[in-house]
């Protein structure tokens, strides 16, 4: 074990400066991720800085049909929130299908955006990594690679990032607020917080040494929404998703889709927003056709690997199947 130090940060600028002035120091949330990093050598931080006192405990549901999440809810809180299950119950399917109740108990919300992937070989400090070792090379291209991603990959990397909760948040359009290092406040939709692979595969988000996430917030959702979180895994408990997808949609006269929005997990280094799809649905009444052949043109740019190829049609089927019920549900709504 490497010794560390442990600071309980009093307040925000506090615990930007011990980060910022410190010496491979890192913010410690609920730490379900990077106490398991810890342990496996993969992080090796010299300080840890508590920021769970950091007032961002809350959920405020805001009178225009907003919310903003603090950045230090739980999980498990989340997920029990009403107004989260009565109007946002993709997100809250999303962080039930993630993880187990001891894990959602001590998760953040904060903390599940910045998680860092489960791919074997970032995990295993045996093992050549560009992640975790820049320049090392990716074992996974060459190595077992049937769980990691299919699109927004590079040469450099094919990890994936692991959250449900944040493939659920894309779809609702969440803007993630942010207090910089130097005090700074900034809003960054949540597709913007990330960061692709390329060359840089250590980079993974926008985020400096210091700068800190205080709360997500989502917009009211469209009115008429239905909405639903699909995950596809290799076992019904605690599992990484193969593929999941996040789908929201509205419609208007005939049966049209109004609004689509799709996002995916399990395929991309981040949350992966399916715009090309969305493009191609909205404004037309969808059929089996359609619906995969929007899939196909979204993952026209797709490089998978021998090994995940299926994820692919798999991700498709799951968009239309997900897409259908939810116009189903739409239908039953208004004969009722």
């Not at 074997?120 to 690679?145: E, L, M, W």
Request: proline share 7%.
């Amino acid at each position: 074990m490497r010794p560390f130090a442990y600071e309980r940060a009093a307040d925000p600028g506090a615990a930007a400066t011990a980060v910022v002035d410190g010496t491979d120091a890192m913010f410690l949330a609920g730490g379900t991720n990077l106490v398991d990093l810890m342990k496996l050598g993969v992080a090796r931080p010299a300080k840890l800085v508590d920021v769970t006192r950091l007032p961002y405990d809350r959920i405020e549901h805001r009178a225009d049909g907003s919310v903003l999440i603090g950045a230090t809810v739980r999980n498990s809180d989340l997920a029990g929130d009403r107004g989260i299950r009565e109007r946002f119950p993709m997100l809250t399917r999303a962080v039930l299908s993630g993880a187990s109740g001891q894990l959602r108990s001590m998760a953040t919300t904060g903390g599940n955006l910045l998680q860092r992937t489960r791919c074997p070989y970032f995990q295993d400090v045996t093992k050549p990594c560009n992640k975790r070792d820049p320049g090392a090379g990716c074992s996974a291209i060459g190595g077992g690679h049937r769980d990691l991603g299919v699109i927004g990959t590079s040469g450099s990397c094919v990890a994936t990032h692991p959250s449900d909760m944040a493939v659920a948040m894309a779809a609702l359009d969440a803007v993630v607020h942010l207090r910089l290092a130097g005090g700074e406040e900034r809003a960054v939709p949540l597709h913007d917080l990330y960061l692709l692979p390329g060359d840089t595969p250590d980079r993974e988000t926008v985020l400096e040494p210091g700068d800190l996430i205080t709360g997500v917030e989502l917009p009211p959702p469209p009115d008429g929404a239905a909405m639903r979180y699909r995950k596809v895994r290799d076992r019904w408990s605690y599992a990484f998703a193969v593929v999941s997808v996040a789908a929201l949609v509205t419609t208007e006269g005939g049966g049209s889709l109004r609004e689509i929005r799709l996002a995916l997990g399990g395929v991309a280094p981040q949350p992966w927003r399916a715009h090309q799809a969305e493009r191609m649905l909205a404004g037309h009444r969808p059929n089996r056709e359609l619906l995969l052949a929007a899939a196909e043109a979204e993952f026209a740019s797709a490089r998978p690997l021998p090994e995940n190829e299926f994820k692919i049609g798999l991700a498709a089927d799951l968009i239309a199947a997900s897409v259908r019920d939810l116009m189903g549900d739409l239908v039953a709504e208004e004969r009722r």
